[in-house]
Nanobody, 121 residues
Framework: QVQLVESGGGSVQPGGSLRLSCTASGNIFSIYTMYWYRQAPGKQRELVARITRGGSTDYAESVKGRFTISRDNAKKTVDLQMNSLKPEDTAVYYC???????????????WGQGTQVTVSS
């Protein structure tokens, strides 16, 4: 009933930039907080950034000042602008959102399929 589709991943040299996008679709009544997570090989999935419906944001310490999360409520999208990328940012990046579907009154969490980001010289 709900799909989250990420785009924008790829390969970039250290110091470069990438912009990830995630679009939600389906039987959606409302979207609460939207998140970006990442998972590097052999490591646990970690929170990168989150943004509330009202636009309040939080970031992992490792990305503060380099990454910016934003959303468009009308388009049901969340973006992650990543600047000054480092090799340690290499990971699969996942979109996650708390969504209320029509006919229910409590949010359910949904994951995207992930998009690979590789930072290497």
């Amino acid at each position: 009933q709900v799909q989250l589709v990420e785009s924008g991943g790829g390969s970039v040299q250290p110091g470069g930039s990438l912009r990830l996008s995630c679009t939600a679709s389906g039987n959606i009544f409302s979207i609460y907080t939207m998140y970006w997570y990442r998972q590097a090989p052999g490591k646990q999935r970690e929170l990168v950034a989150r943004i509330t419906r009202g636009g309040s944001t939080d970031y992992a310490e490792s990305v503060k000042g380099r990454f910016t999360i934003s959303r468009d409520n009308a388009k049901k999208t969340v973006d992650l602008q990543m600047n000054s990328l480092k090799p340690e940012d290499t990971a699969v990046y996942y979109c996650y959102a708390e969504i209320i579907i029509w006919g229910t009154d409590a949010p359910t969490g949904y994951w995207g399929q992930g998009t690979q980001v590789t930072v290497s010289s």
